[in-house]
């Protein structure tokens, strides 16, 4: 069977979708979930919860494509509407799953809730279906198998669309399309470099590879670019085998840029990973990014153990009493200069008695900016007993995005520098004093 | 004509909308506006970018509803395909408009880019429709009136969509639709005080009002509680009167939970208008929190005004040698501690000599945790030269919720003293040395 045939049409169920209440993240998730397993989204449709508008949306989704997921209308606050749409589609009766009413009530003795009729209507299901047992909340999922299309019915609440997505569905999709085929996914971060030199200058041309079933999307963050690479193959260990050699190819081409793997690893994970393994301390000066540093790097569980603190230097009284920064070169060369950052870093690195300080001060505008020194003007800067620079950047025009990148920026630095990698964030150039 | 019989549906075109690379915003904020119209938004459907699709689902929602709102296709990459559907459903030939082409020839002039061919393509539009210009772009709007149905087709690009809502289509409604009545909104910020407790003992009922046209919805968003007001009206100055008289009675109940208007409000921001009002300085000494309020405060611009800084302080020896906090105390009473909390925030204002100091100390998770102080125990502190005080919570377990939720009521904290509010957030109780 060619996957590349298979159409899946997905319904979402709720008001709160229409007047824009709530964001449908379902639809987007279910659609890269089905995406990646080969198969096409045609449609998706945000409809309210009526009997008559759910079951004439339901009748024409099934006859155009293979398969159907539907979420929400499950609740007990919706009356079931959905269960009650799908049943009369079908022309059969709700019969109570003894299961999932059996679970409900221990569920409701456990939290010391007195049980109610309306609960066990929770239990009900249409007499045609196979029931997805739903660990996460009290509305069991759904399978269907009618008119050569195959439907999944499920709540709306997103963590118990995904679970039932992943533990069950995902098996009866094996099951029901036969060869399916394995996905394995593997997700790169890299800081510090532009998606268009990534791809252009470092990665270059690597559709060879795609003809083993791999496929390579570069996705740009906010917080770098990250490359996606997904394998399809008869058994995992083929997918994986193919993802495999071209992350190994990527990785001797831009090993350096990445910071390691996984959708959601920041910049300041991957540092803190480092700092433990050299075991190393930190601190930090911030003048312009005014704690977004260290509060980057103290979201980490376990920072504690190799950040000692900082200090937020934003008025030029504070670089100099607390930091050390000359009052002189203040004067001479302004706040945002190379040799306060550079002042800076060391200041804070005594001051806190660290192995690395690092340090920023730039004009995060929207105002304050000069002809020579615009808004978006950086110095970031870095000392260890080994090493002291600083890197000049020039971000933009926006303050929250300034921050955002000079923060990121500092910390690449930072990693880069651990790891003896000469080559700076965005080919900045190292400024000694 | 009454507006609860008006039917809207939304079509958004594209292919990134179903695979889940992006996330369908356009449809809620759609939604939104149109159910603030007095619309019925009974229908999403998100679509691929094939011709016959665009055409069966355009046909069927225009003859299902009395509005139509499209997004997506129209750029130059998509070749055009919206508009091609559009034109061949109604019948017609596309011509060239000569103002767009006009000012897409500038457009590329101003920014040297050679135009060409393709280019021009973004001027044609189907013959029966309206253009709505669209100086936001290069694609423009269209306006259709075909079958006792309007139909509007924008942009994907969300600026560009929201614009010509805005700018243009809101015009259209008003005309197509005579009296449809105008909508007035505010927007009240309430932070430190729970939903309910807001809803039924501080405010009540208050739906003797809801007699005029408005409408309150109370909104939990992740800086607090945000009430929404929202009047219908046959002239705006009627849809202001009865709003505004709401707002007046909620100010006269819930007046000192209120931070202020808008949106987009912070509490940072609140806070700021405050010290520049007072002309008073702050700084931050941060433990658990490790930065996010000095991250917080100096989000705002102008916030050099009264931020002189902070010192965020995750090691106890930097609590002892930046902050002054007594070595004794610490192992005595540990760093999560009411007197730890008051030397923290002495201190700092002391070092960087401000009128206001605040500080955090707490057990942020997901380790550290006791018995006598688990996880999500946090004491944060005010000092002036007026009031020294402390105040304990219990959050969550939660890491970063922890750490924002702390970092807000620190803030909110701070807000209240300034204004003599004597009732802390959530009501918590202020503790003297």
Chains 1, 2 share one sequence.
Request: proline share 3%; with cysteine.
């Amino acid at each position: 069977m060619n996957f590349k045939d298979m159409k899946v049409q997905i319904i979402s169920i709720g008001n709160e979708l229409l007047i824009g209440d709530t964001i449908n993240t379902n639809a987007s998730w279910l659609g890269a979930y089905m995406t990646s397993l080969g198969f096409e989204v045609t449609e998706v449709h945000t409809i309210s919860d009526k009997i008559e508008l759910i079951k004439s949306t339901l009748s024409r989704s099934m006859s155009d494509s293979d398969m159907v997921l539907c979420t929400g209308g499950l609740g007990p606050t919706h009356d079931d509407i959905t269960k009650a749409a799908v049943a009369e589609l079908f022309g059969v009766n709700l019969r109570t799953d003894k299961r999932v009413l059996d679970y409900i009530k221990k569920l409701f003795e456990t939290r010391n809730i007195p049980f109610s009729k309306s609960n066990s209507g929770q239990a009900e299901v249409p007499e045609n279906c196979e029931v997805l047992f739903n660990k996460m909340g009290t509305a069991p999922g759904m399978w269907f198998h009618e008119e050569d299309c195959y439907l999944a019915c499920m709540p709306g609440v997103p963590y118990e669309m995904k679970y039932l997505m992943e533990n069950h569905i995902s098996k009866k999709i094996q099951k029901a399309f036969g060869d399916i085929g394995f996905l394995h996914s593997r997700y790169l971060k890299t800081v510090g470099i532009g998606e268009s030199t990534l791809s252009d200058n470092i990665i270059g041309d690597v559709s060879s590879h795609f003809e083993n079933g791999v496929s390579l999307a570069y996705l740009p963050m906010p917080g770098g670019v990250t490359l996606r690479l997904n394998g399809m193959g008869k058994t995992l260990s083929e997918a994986e085998k193919s993802v495999n050699i071209l992350a190994e190819y990527i990785y001797s081409k831009a090993g350096k840029y990445i910071i390691g793997e996984g959708k959601e690893l920041t910049i300041s994970e991957a540092l803190g990973k480092i700092l433990i393994q050299q075991n190393k301390t930190i601190a930090t000066a911030e003048s312009c990014t005014g704690g977004m540093i260290a509060n980057e790097l103290t979201n980490i569980a376990g920072s504690s153990a190799y950040v000692m603190g900082g200090i937020v230097s934003y008025a030029n009284s504070v670089k100099v009493d607390q930091l050390g920064v000359s009052e002189k070169d203040l004067e001479n060369f302004g706040a945002v200069s190379k040799v306060v950052a550079l002042q800076m870093a060391k200041g804070v690195a005594k001051k806190l008695d660290t192995d690395i300080g690092i340090s920023t001060t730039g004009i995060a505008g929207p105002d304050g900016g000069t002809i020579e020194k615009p808004v978006g003007t950086f110095w970031m800067g870095f000392w260890s007993k080994d090493e002291h620079f600083a890197i000049k950047a020039l971000f933009t025009k926006d303050r929250l995005l300034n921050k955002e990148r000079s923060s990121r920026t500092t910390l690449e630095m930072a990693r880069r520098v651990l790891l003896n990698i000469d080559e700076m964030p965005y080919n900045l150039e190292k400024e000694y004093i």
